[in-house]
């Protein structure tokens, strides 16, 4: 399996002179997590990531893309092994890393996200589906927020910690999912966004930009089920919940390619 056969061909990129607060759009609208930056000739300069474009807090922002952009840690070929792609990209702790031709032509030809590699090993049947949640999953140190705490907050702990969403917590029950996206989405990442009339915006909670509810897994459940709830659903990440409903751990597609190709 090679990452020619499972990449997406189709992921945009965005220029270097591109207005950041365009990029920023272009994320919201298709639910991307990054971009790649390309010159006129296609070659990759580098990536914009949602954690790179929520830096922008206006929305008149002259910022450019080559501003905020980040360097590239890995490229992914067309001819190589894609399980081998696949496991660079977990060492550098990157969900989604641009492909271009070879080592020598870095003409921009797609994307490699993590599910691209899960999908093909799930419909495989491979032996590492049938792991229990409970050998695979985080459950140190959850980071957790409350739906009454303010976004502004939470955001800052997400972007510190490079998390991409955060479990939703009341009573010790995970009651919703705040993700990036979901801060993108509602536009109030910062108080300091800007008003049509020019005033600030008041400070929002969690609990008014959240999704619920909360899609869980129990320990007991499988790599296989957490491997097929996030294709069908096209989410990133699943809480882990005992009997009591408490919040336990959580799986994200990281987790459970590990489990896939170890």
Known sequence: MRVQDVMNPNHPSVYPDALATDARAILRKLRLRVLPVVDEDKRVLGVVSRNDVMTISSSVS????????SEIRFAAILDMDAVQAAREALRIDEWYVPVVKSSTDYTYMGMLGLENVI???????????SKPLSQVMSA????????????????????????????VIKDGKPIGIVSQQDLLESRSIFPAFEAKKGRFRSRATIFAVM????????????????ANLMLKKNIGRVP????????VGIIDREDVLRALIT
Do not use: H
């Open 62 to 69: 002259p910022v450019r893309v080559k501003g905020i952009m």
């Open 119 to 129: 999908r093909p090993l799930y419909e495989k049947k491979v032996a590492g589906l």
């Open 140 to 167: 140190r140190q959850l980071i957790t927020c409350s739906p009454d705490e303010e976004v502004d907050n939470v955001w800052q702990i997400m972007k510190r910690r490079s998390f991409a969403a955060c479990p």
């Open 211 to 226: 999704k619920t509810p909360a899609v869980s897994l129990k320990p007991e459940n499988t790599v296989e089920d957490a």
């Open 240 to 247: 882990i919940i005992d009997r009591k409903g408490i919040l």
